[in-house]
């Protein structure tokens, strides 16, 4: 399973964006790169997941580097709710069974 | 908004006994998935379950292990026989379809104590 690289922890103001990053120097061509987060005491929650274009939705935006090696979770306007581990998964498009494969994350903390 | 069950919340057992956690999934979703969390540490897959089959397990889901989608709408993940280091929180997960880009719902978990 490829692997993805990730700070430990991260800090960030209420209101303010937040660049998560991830590095996945070994992905391959097939792989899809998925964010999900996991509030405290709750079960993992999808964030957002992209190919190779930048991705936007109603959560957060992905920005994912030309050479595919490293890619960005932002939070445009952090709240206090979007404390939580931050995972950068990837996926193998070429298989169907989809299992995640969860890192340690990014346990991001957001200051009022 | 639909969402994935879990049942129990809390299950405390002792060592050696059977227990059965119990998820419903999403209805319309064809794709199961069971995973834990130990105390502390990283989320870990067990097994993902298609058409009534197990399609992928990990080193973890051994013979003491098994799944089950008794029905239509529950699905079951069995211990036979706990040990202590299967005190973790249980997630059940579910997906639509084939395709890996479709997102896996998770349930709340259940906390499983083993005594």
């Known amino acids: 399973d490829a692997k993805t690289t990730q700070p430990n922890s991260m800090e960030s103001n209420e209101e303010e964006p937040v660049h998560l990053p991830c590095n996945h120097s070994?992905?391959?061509?097939?792989?899809?790169i998925h964010w999900y987060r996991q509030l405290p005491s709750q079960g993992p929650e999808y964030v957002i997941h992209?190919?190779?274009s930048n991705v936007n939705n109603r959560m957060a935006s992905l920005a994912i580097a030309e050479d595919r090696k490293s890619s960005t979770l932002i939070l445009h306007r952090a709240t206090l709710r979007d404390a939580a581990v931050y995972y950068c998964?990837?996926?193998?498009?070429?298989?169907?069974?989809?299992?995640?494969?969860f890192g340690q994350g990014t346990t991001l903390q957001v200051k009022p | 908004e639909p969402e994935v069950t879990q049942t129990p919340s809390h299950q405390v057992t002792q060592m050696g006994q059977e227990v059965i956690l119990r998820c419903v999934p999403i209805?319309?979703?064809?794709?199961f998935y069971w995973y834990r969390q130990i105390l502390g540490q990283k989320v870990e897959f067990l097994v993902s379950f298609y058409n009534n089959e197990i399609s992928e397990k990990s080193e973890i889901f051994d013979d003491q292990f098994s799944v089950e989608r008794p029905d239509g709408s529950n699905f079951t993940l069995k211990i036979r026989s706990t040990k202590l280091e299967d005190s973790a929180m249980y997630f059940c997960?579910?997906?639509?379809?084939?395709?890996?880009?479709?997102?896996?719902?998770f349930g709340p978990g259940t906390r499983l104590t083993v005594t």
């Open positions: 998964i990837l996926t193998d498009g070429s298989s169907n069974t989809g299992k995640l494969i």
């Open positions: 997960a579910s997906r639509t379809g084939a395709w890996v880009g479709y997102e896996q719902y």
């Open positions: 992209g190919l190779t």
């Open positions: 070994t992905i391959s061509g097939t792989d899809y």
């Open positions: 209805s319309n979703h064809l794709y």
